[in-house]
C-alpha cells in the first residue's frame, strides 16, 4: 500500500461520503494504491452507519475503528496510526477543510524529496476572530519559550509523514497526547507548505475556546518542566520579599518607634502569599494528575468495533 489516510471523525455524518468522493476524485489517475482509514470517535450522530455504508460499498479501501465513546482526536490519530499500512501516512479532517489534492502534492514533494521526512501544511491565513488569534499566536510563543522542541506557529495535523516517523510515534504510548509536540519531539526532517482552509462541507466544528484552552494547557505541561520551576522561583521571591519587610518593620519599631502596620497591610499580604501558595500547588498538581493517570497503564482507546478491508 502506497498512502494511508488517517481520517477521525466525530459527529461527521453528513461529511464521510463526501471526504471519500473527493479523494476518490483527486486520486483517480495517481496511478499508486491508498486506502482510508476512518476512525469514529464514538459519534453520537449517525457517522458510525454512514461509515458501515461506506466500508460495505468498499468504493475504495475503506477501513472503519470505531470507539466504545469518545476518547478524543489524539486517541483517533493514534489509533489510525496502529492501522494503517501505507508507506506514507497522511493525517487529514473529514470536514474538508483540508483538501485530498494538497495531499497528493505532498505525497509526490516527498517521492521527490528523499531528505524530507515529513510534510506538514500551515494555514497562511485564518477565518477567525482578532481574539482567537492573539491566543493561539501567544500559545505558540509561550510553548516555544517554555518547551525545549521548537513547534511551528500555525501548524496544523494536516500532515504527510513516511512509515518510519508512523513507527516512531506508536512508541510514545502516553495518555494525554498532543500530536504537535509529539511531532516536533521525535524530529524528522519536515518541509512546510502553506495552505488555506476551505469552508466545512456540513456542520459545524468541534472545537470551542474551552477545549483550544485544555488543549494549549496539555501542551505546556506535556513539553515543559518550566512551569515548576517558575513556581519555585515564585516562592523564593515571595520568602525574600516577605524577609526583607520583617527586617524593615521590626528596624521601624526598634529605631524610629513606628508601630508596626496594622489590619489593612496584614490582610493584603495574607492573601497575595495565600493565592501564590495556591496557584504554585495548582501548578504541581497538573503535573502529579498526569502522572496519576499515566500509572494506571489505561488504554488510549477502546475499539468496539473494526471494519477492515477484508
Known sequence: MKLSLVVPCYNEAGNVALFQKAAIEAFADCNYSYEIIFVDDGSTDATLHELRKLHKAQACPTKVISFSRNFGKEAGIYAGLQHASGDYICLIDADLQQRPEVTREMVKFLEENEDYDMVTAYQDRRNEGKILSFFKKSFYKIING?????????????????????????????????????????????????????????GNTKWNFRKLTNYAIDGIIGYSTKPLRISTFLGMLTSLAA?????IVVLEKLIAGIDIPGYATVTVLILFLGSMQLFCIGIIGEYVGRNFEQSKNRPVF?????????
Open 146 to 202: 517554555l518547551s525545549d522542541v521548537n513547534m511551528k506557529s500555525d501548524a496544523s495535523d494536516f500532515r504527510t509523514f513516511r512509515r518510519s516517523v508512523a513507527e516512531s510515534i506508536l512508541k510514545l504510548a502516553e495518555y494525554h497526547r498532543f500530536s504537535k509536540g509529539i511531532f516536533a519531539w521525535v524530529g524528522y526532517k519536515t518541509h512546510y507548505i502553506p495552505y488555506t482552509a476551505c469552508q466545512r462541507a456540513t
Open 243 to 247: 524577609l526583607i519587610y520583617l527586617i
Open 302 to 310: 477502546i475499539s468496539k468495533e473494526i471494519l477492515d478491508i477484508e
